[in-house]
């Protein structure tokens, strides 16, 4: 189960930051009308010091498997 740490909306984008366990992650959400919703997702590792970028092109395994797991909860604190 993840929990939602905070939700930021900017202009067409929100950011989000959840956790799942001691795990922590980040999600930015580009929302345009003509488009479907671009995600990418943020991994913190080595205690929280660095963070990796989880994008479609540059790791789209990961990306499938992160999307399948998270993208549905924190769409529902975005609408």
Do not use: W
């Amino acid at each position: 189960m993840i929990k939602i740490q905070e939700v930021k909306k900017g202009d067409n984008y929100y950011t989000i930051t959840f956790s799942e366990g001691v795990n922590a992650y980040g999600a930015l959400i580009v929302l345009v009308d003509t488009r479907p919703a671009y995600i990418e997702f943020m991994k913190f590792i080595n205690n929280g010091k660095d963070l990796i970028s989880i994008t479609e092109e540059d790791n789209p395994n990961e990306f499938k498997e992160m999307k399948e797991k998270y993208f549905d909860i924190i769409m529902k604190h975005v609408n």
